[in-house]
């Protein structure tokens, strides 16, 4: 086995308010506690309940600007998504069973509904 699987690591723009995002919508919290670390150091954002990936955001000087090659997939209620500022992109259809959303820097992630 030539590596094993560690933590998630999404670039943002604005780090720390995409931390928040993310805790808010995963209900994860950050590892360290906010002035701990300068505000230009990479967040980490964990599952309290220990079930979820580590999750590191990481401070970049460009917006998104291409399709992602890796993404998020959540259990979700899309409406409750948009309502915490997340955009639909795609709705589930055809043969695809699952919603792509994109998170507000614009990072697709897809919905499963349970």
Request: glycine residues 8%; proline residues 10%.
């Amino acid at each position: 086995m030539p590596a094993k699987f560690k933590d998630l690591a999404l670039d943002a723009l604005d780090h720390q308010a995409q931390a928040d995002w993310w805790c808010t919508v995963l209900g994860y919290v950050r590892r360290s506690p906010s002035g701990e670390k300068p505000p230009d150091w990479p967040v980490a954002i964990v599952d309290p309940a220990g079930e979820g990936p580590l999750l590191w955001l990481n401070p970049v000087p460009e917006r998104k600007s291409v399709k992602n090659r890796m993404h998020l997939d959540v259990w979700g209620n899309p409406d409750e998504l948009v309502a915490a500022g997340a955009r639909m992109v795609a709705e589930r259809g055809g043969d695809r069973e699952w919603h792509v959303m994109a998170d507000p820097e614009g990072n697709e992630f897809c919905v499963f509904e349970r």
